[in-house]
């Protein structure tokens, strides 16, 4: 069964500062792996997508690597912001049982970026 | 490109009662997944379905049922309400090649149960 850890639960840094964000997943059988943010009573908005072959992708100040024969992700924030402040969530998306594929979600790490 | 579109924003129901849930996908996108957030459990797959036809089932009881009609669009429906039943739910829409595309999600739908 596939599980997803996000570690830390909790993460509070000052303004500016870069940061990193922890991703591990039990299962290496994957297609791919999103980073998402979440504000608080709202939807979920795609920052990254990986592709299982890829190493990793990057879109402004966010960087996101992938491992995948050591089951982790990273996801990089360079000079950060309070407009950050969010919760992140990695998902993978997992070869299931029966042929079938599911995106499976971490808890999240909740990040406040202090002015 | 309008995004996921999801309706109503806002319910509250009693306990027993039934509801029923409206996703949207982006134009040209064929696959609607399902998912519940609650603060104890996170996120968790309810179901996925592609032009019409239910492809995968997360593990929930029968009470929790969903359908996708030609245009995309899906609902969902949850019968005999009860207390734990009260969560986010978002659905979630992609592109042609299931395993690779990209999710993006709905505002979700705010469901409370007394």
């Known amino acids: 069964k596939q599980e997803v850890t996000q570690i830390p639960a909790a993460l509070s840094v000052p303004e500016g500062e870069n940061l990193v964000l922890n991703c591990s997943f039990t299962?290496?059988?994957?297609?791919?792996l999103q980073w998402f943010r979440q504000d608080p009573g709202k939807g979920l908005t795609s920052l990254l997508l990986?592709?299982?072959?890829?190493r990793e992708q990057t879109s402004g100040r966010l960087n996101a690597s992938l491992d995948k024969s050591s089951g982790r992700s990273t996801l990089y924030i360079a000079a950060s912001q309070p407009g950050d402040s969010a919760t992140y969530l990695c998902?993978?998306?997992?070869?299931?049982?029966?042929?079938?594929?599911?995106?499976?979600f971490g808890k999240g790490t909740k990040l406040t970026v202090n002015p | 490109k309008a995004g996921v579109t999801q309706t109503p924003r806002y319910l509250i129901k009693t306990r027993g009662q039934q509801v029923t849930l409206s996703c949207s996908p982006i134009?040209?996108?064929?696959?609607v997944s399902w998912y519940q957030q609650t603060p104890g459990q996170g996120l968790q797959f309810l179901f996925e379905?592609?032009?019409?036809?239910?492809?995968n089932k997360g593990n929930f009881p029968g009470r929790f049922s969903g359908r996708q009609f030609s245009n995309s669009r899906s609902e969902m429906n949850v019968s005999t309400l009860e207390l734990g039943d009260s969560a986010l739910y978002l659905c979630?829409?992609?592109?042609?090649?299931?395993?690779?595309?990209?999710?993006?999600f709905g505002p979700g739908t705010r469901l409370t149960v007394l």
């Open positions: 979630a829409s992609g592109g042609e090649v299931l395993a690779y595309n990209e999710q993006f």
């Open positions: 299962d290496s059988a994957i297609y791919n």
């Open positions: 990986i592709q299982s072959s890829q």
């Open positions: 998902a993978v998306r997992h070869f299931a049982q029966g042929g079938s594929e599911k995106l499976v």
């Open positions: 134009s040209g996108h064929r696959s």
């Open positions: 379905y592609f032009s019409e036809t239910q492809r």
